[in-house]
T-cell receptor, first 115, second 111 residues
């Protein structure tokens, strides 16, 4: 149980385009989902916390207008990287909190490459 | 704060030896800690957790030690195997369910 999926697993896009990444909890309802970003050989950095039905809470330094987060249902959160630039190239990972425990379950990650 | 811009420390061990990976956390109010394993190109996988009212917890081949006095966490892997090669992160969970990761350590197991 407690499986989280992400789609796509990798994406290559041109500079200036927007990319949407989906995060789904497959067998549980996630009231809270988290989005992380990971640069090569570095730790995961929390970007934002997403609660179902409300606006996401962004970490300091993360542009909310650039990284749009929508948590429309208890099983789906989306991260849209708008007007992507090469410096946005990174590994994006989501996690979901099933509630009742403190454990977060991670998705497999999405590798974004912006040309 | 976040460990941005730091290269991962590395640990190289011989197959069959024990591994000890260390982590320092920052917030004395954190009451829950998790060790994750991350293989290349994949999301982190839960290994073992410990609450702040404990100082040791054992799993299968893994032991986590918590020293709250010096805000230090360690992960011990017994009889390390090639499949244990990965990056290991500690995470501290603060009282608002905010999880922060340590810098990570790359473990390489030599056959």
């Amino acid at each position: 149980g407690a499986v989280v999926s992400q789609h796509p697993s990798w994406v290559i896009c041109k500079s200036g385009t927007s990319v949407k990444i989906e995060c789904r909890s497959l067998d549980f309802q996630a009231t809270t989902m988290f989005w992380y970003r990971q640069f090569p050989k570095q730790s995961l950095m929390l970007m934002a916390t997403s609660n179902e039905g409300s606006k996401a809470t962004y970490e300091q330094g993360v542009e909310k207008d650039k990284f749009l987060i929508n948590h429309a249902s208890l099983t789906l959160s989306t991260l849209t990287v708008t007007s992507a630039h090469p410096e946005d190239s990174s590994f994006y990972i989501c996690s979901a909190d099933s509630g009742g425990t403190d454990t977060q379950y991670f998705g497999p990650g999405t590798r974004l490459t912006v040309l | 704060g976040e460990s941005v811009g730091l290269h991962l420390p590395t640990l190289s061990v011989q197959e069959g030896d024990n591994s000890i990976i260390n982590c320092a956390y920052s917030n004395s109010a954190s009451d829950y800690f998790i060790w994750y394993k991350q293989e290349s190109g994949k999301g982190p996988q839960f290994i073992i957790d410990i609450r702040s009212n404990m100082d040791k917890r054992q799993g299968q081949r893994v032991t986590v030690l918590l020293n709250k006095t010096v805000k230090h966490l360690s992960l011990q892997i017994a009889a390390t195997q090639p499949g244990d090669s990965a990056v290991y992160f500690c995470a501290e969970i603060r009282n608002n369910n905010d999880m922060r990761f340590g810098a990570g350590t790359r473990l390489t197991v030599k056959p």
